[in-house]
Nanobody
Framework: VQLQASGGGLVQAGGSLRLSCAAS????????LGWFRQAPVQEREFVAAIGWTGNTFYADSVKGRFTISRDNAKNTASLQMNSLKPGDTAVYYC????????????????WGQGTQVTVSS
């Protein structure tokens, strides 16, 4: 499966963005999908994940502001980001995998190329 992330951009603090992740090559309905982000000189960190059953997980820093969803019929997933903060600035990556711990990057074996999100103060 190949992943294509899109929807990033520049937004003011308090604004919203919707990231999309499109999968091709193989259906991803049996896979978990996660969003991770990496800011300059920082390690990649977990943002949100959705399992193949639809169960969701969020990092504490985004809980209540971000919503992850998936559409298996369209092989797509989304990350709705509201009330954005400058601290959310990073490159956002979507990933799929069949690992058990959905908040751990090691559970994912296929990654998209990333999309830049910049939040200005």
């Amino acid at each position: 499966v190949q992943l294509q992330a899109s929807g990033g951009g520049l937004v003011q603090a308090g604004g919203s963005l919707r990231l999309s992740c499109a999968a091709s090559g193989r259906t991803f309905s049996n896979y978990a999908l996660g969003w991770f982000r990496q800011a300059p000189v920082q390690e990649r960190e977990f943002v949100a994940a959705i399992g193949w059953t639809g169960n969701t997980f969020y990092a504490d820093s985004v809980k209540g502001r971000f919503t992850i969803s998936r559409d298996n019929a369209k092989n797509t997933a989304s990350l709705q980001m509201n009330s954005l903060k400058p601290g959310d600035t990073a490159v956002y990556y979507c990933a799929v995998g069949m690992g058990r711990w959905l908040t751990n990057a090691r559970s994912y074996d296929t990654w998209g190329q990333g999309t830049q999100v910049t939040v200005s103060s």
